[in-house]
């Protein structure tokens, strides 16, 4: 071997494990087989071997109650979480429709609407993220408004914003080069109680009862600004964050709500969401986009006013409420999803899943969809034994590579690079289940989870790291034997934290991760089936 070659794969070792954990931070390069590469005293070899990878069928359910849709964990103890939104139906995994169910709390409890309270309006906030610096002003809009019993010039200033591409799924355009697809979006109130200590409220195929229809609104996929000022004065007399305001049934709210005034039912939590329940955001769509949208700055503001006796005159000030959707006090929240597989490949494919042999087309989806199982062949780990034992061929990488299916998956929906997890199994000694307990050695030790390729092409390919993993098990001593884990794919990423790291193994985005994607999987008239890539050093 020459030189340049042995620095090449020696680069390529500190490459791998000079990788960030999952998140851009850079930890010490490891010395995991280095020693090989001294004085050039090695020579490189890379091998590939043959896996076996089979679909995982969870039923079209996932949980995705409250602590399941968390994006982000603050040392705050706040947990910013999404909801998701919309309809999309493709040929590969059918539709798939994503509703959010909510519990709504009182600003205040037992709160004092006044004297003859009257609702003037309601509606409700969404706040999908926008992009900022992509911002259309409409020009000034001159008129005159109702300021109490006043009539008042005003002018109106209207903002729009496009919302972020990386928060959306499917079908956003209609057609190549055409205006952004149309959402139609309902809100209707829920009349079954969101028990949030039930395991049927906790899991994404819960049914509830809806009973009056609060509202409804047309999305074009961009938010709006407003603020309107006074013009003898240029006072601001309105102003909005950028978001979706959709308008509410205001005599609804009047008697769910001011008329109950001073009643148990608005005493406090434990009767309100019993008297309540919540609201149901749902689209009539069955073919469009998903939407993520931040649960924490959604709001449902009542615009009110009530009578005030001032010196002998009676006047109505207006004055707000807000009815609380965030999960930082504690809302039931779920995110409830629809599937109509029918005549769509997965439909077909999940009936057939071998276990044994693995299954030639690999299915990853979120929110409930298929995941998929990886299994190193027993005789392979015999094979990668007896060349460490009798050719000192000590493993210097190893990952697990994955290509997209050029056949069956050439479109342009969005990939994301880091968007899958996996976890090894254990195996339970006492019951002889497999369980779930733990990152890889790799992503523990701090040498990654994956890196992605061609992107921007078809196919791509993913190289899970799986360095760490291999070496414990084909280099272990005498005694010191490590279980050949079955390890699991999953759409969705590890949930970080605000320092940094991830939370842990069991915190994933998976319950409201949009993608999907078909790969190739143990299909030996494949060159592109899944396989182990080793490169392992021999002491000359």
């Not at 010490?28 to 050039?40: A, R, Y």
């Not at 055409?178 to 049914?207: Q, R």
């Not at 509410?248 to 434990?270: H, R, V, W, Y």
């Amino acid at each position: 071997m020459t030189h340049t070659v042995k620095r090449t794969l020696a680069i390529l070792f500190v490459a791998v494990f000079g990788s960030a954990l999952l998140y851009n931070c850079e930890p010490e390069t490891d010395s995991l087989g280095e020693q090989l590469f001294v004085d050039g005293a090695a020579e490189g070899n890379v091998t590939s071997y043959d896996l076996i990878a089979y679909n995982v069928n969870n039923n079209d359910s996932i949980r995705s109650d409250a602590g399941r849709l968390v994006n982000l964990i603050n040392t705050s103890g706040i947990s910013p979480s999404y909801a998701v939104l919309g309809a999309f139906s493709e040929g590969q995994f059918g539709m798939q429709k994503a509703s959010y169910l909510t519990q709504l709390r009182m600003s205040t409890d037992n709160f004092n609407f006044g004297t003859t309270p009257k609702v003037d309006s309601v509606v409700l906030v969404l706040r999908p993220n926008s992009v900022a610096d992509s911002v259309v002003t409409r020009p000034l809009k001159d008129e005159s408004l109702l300021v109490g019993t006043e009539t008042v010039p005003v002018s109106t200033e209207i903002k729009s914003y496009p919302t972020n591409f990386v928060n959306k799924y499917g079908k956003t355009k209609l057609g190549p080069g055409g205006s952004h697809t149309l959402m139609h979006i309902n809100v209707d109130e829920i009349t079954t109680f969101l028990d949030s200590n039930t395991d049927a409220f906790k899991y994404s195929n819960v049914v509830v009862n809806t009973g009056e229809s609060l509202g409804s609104a047309v999305f074009d996929g961009n938010v709006t600004s407003k603020t309107i000022t006074k013009k003898s004065d240029n006072s601001a007399l309105f102003t909005s964050d950028a978001g979706l305001r959709i308008r509410l049934n205001k005599d609804f709210f009047q008697t769910k709500i001011l008329d109950k005034s001073g009643k148990p039912e608005l005493m406090d939590a434990a009767n309100f969401t019993r008297y309540f329940k919540g609201i149901k955001l749902s689209v009539t769509d069955t073919d469009g986009y998903l939407l993520q949208i931040p649960t924490e700055t959604m709001e449902l503001i009542m615009y009110y006013t009530n009578e005030k006796n001032d010196n002998g005159t009676i006047t109505r000030p207006q004055s707000t409420f807000k009815l609380l959707l965030t999960g930082g006090i504690g809302n039931a929240r779920i995110g409830q999803y629809e599937y109509d597989r029918t005549n769509s490949a997965w439909a077909i494919a999940r009936q057939s899943i071998n276990t044994t042999d693995g299954d030639s087309k690999l299915y990853l989806q979120g929110m409930g969809g298929p995941s998929v199982r990886v299994k190193i062949p027993d005789e392979t780990i015999t094979k990668l034994k007896t060349l460490y034992k009798n050719n000192k061929a000590a493993i210097m990488s190893a990952s697990i590579r994955i290509f997209t299916d050029a056949a069956t998956w050439s479109n342009n929906y969005r990939r994301k690079a880091n968007n899958f997890t996996m976890l090894p199994y254990t195996t339970n000694k006492t019951t002889g289940l497999l369980e779930l307990k733990s990152f890889t050695a790799d992503v523990t030790a701090g040498f990654g989870l994956m890196r992605s390729y061609d992107l921007d092409k078809n196919p791509s390919y993913y190289d899970f790291i799986v360095t760490k993993t291999v070496k414990d098990i084909v280099e272990a001593k005498e005694g010191e034997e490590k279980e050949n884990s079955i390890l699991l794919v999953n759409m969705g990423e590890f949930v970080p934290t605000t320092t940094g790291p991830a939370a842990g193994y069991k915190f994933t985005t998976r319950a409201f991760a949009t993608e999907r994607g078909v790969y190739v999987g143990t299909d030996k008239t494949n060159p592109n089936r899944i396989q182990l890539k080793i490169t392992y050093g021999t002491k000359k």
